[in-house]
Nanobody, 121 residues
Framework: QVQLVESGGGLVQPGGSLRLSCVAS????????MDWYRQAPGKQRELVAT???????TSVVSVKGRFTISRDNAKNTVYLQMNSLKPEDTAVYYC???????????????WGQGTQVTVSS
């Protein structure tokens, strides 16, 4: 059993900031890449940013320069620092991680429950 628990969502004004956190726990041997996705009403879920175990990051063009993904491997935690927020950033944000449960085991993908981010004046 693996659980990803997110926190940090909420309501902010345009131009404001939020920091999302996601902690993985349970049957974990190794965590590979960790990601943040988002899904706005009426739209498909999209990848926002990803970070590898060694700290290499990638983000979509729409959030470059505003969002920063980071991780703390000792805490099994991934973060998304969100600055200069825009109304179009409004969505449910989900964390995702590739996790191996035991030595030599297969890698599986796991999802958090999602946290609402609303950007509105």
């Amino acid at each position: 059993q693996v659980q990803l628990v997110e926190s940090g969502g909420g309501l902010v004004q345009p131009g404001g900031s939020l920091r999302l956190s996601c902690v993985a726990s349970g049957s974990i041997f190794n965590i590979g890449a960790m990601d943040w996705y988002r899904q706005a009403p009426g739209k498909q879920r999209e990848l926002v940013a990803t970070i590898t175990p060694d700290g290499s990051t990638t983000s979509v063009v729409s959030v470059k320069g505003r969002f920063t993904i980071s991780r703390d491997n000792a805490k099994n935690t991934v973060y998304l620092q969100m600055n200069s927020l825009k109304p179009e950033d409004t969505a449910v944000y989900y964390c995702h991680a590739f996790i191996t449960n035991a030595p030599g085991g297969r890698v599986g993908g796991y999802w958090g429950q999602g946290t609402q981010v609303t950007v509105s004046s």
